[in-house]
């Protein structure tokens, strides 16, 4: 059964920097597009960012120029780097395939103070 164990959230101050990691198992992770998603209090999940075992990438509007995602396949690890963040970026931040077909993680909390 695919596992994803996601970590790296934390406090950070507004504009500060800070990198997500998630590590897949019991899924061959080479083989899958992956993407982060974010669920902040009170609203639904969202897709943030989605990058294909190819390697093309995609981001939502809010983040784009901001976060980058990236992937290593050796590790079975997936990355968000989140620079410049904002009030907006406080959420619980998962991982999944892009289509979202595996049972979600914990997550990992991420809170932006100003």
């Known amino acids: 059964q695919a596992q994803f164990v996601e970590s790296g959230g934390g406090l950070v101050q507004f504009g500060g920097s800070l990198r997500l990691s998630c590590v897949a198992s019991?899924?061959?992770?080479?083989?899958?597009?992956m993407a982060w998603y974010r669920q902040a209090l009170g609203k639904e999940r969202e897709l943030v960012a989605s990058?294909?075992?190819?390697?093309?990438?995609k981001y939502a509007e809010s983040v784009k120029g901001r976060h980058t995602i990236s992937r290593d396949n050796a590790k079975s690890t997936l990355y968000l780097q989140m620079n410049t963040v904002n009030a907006e970026d406080t959420a619980v931040y998962y991982c999944n395939s892009a289509g979202a077909s595996f049972h979600w993680g914990q997550g990992t909390q991420v809170t932006v103070s100003s």
């Open positions: 990058i294909s075992r190819g390697g093309n990438i």
């Open positions: 019991g899924m061959p992770f080479p083989l899958h597009n």
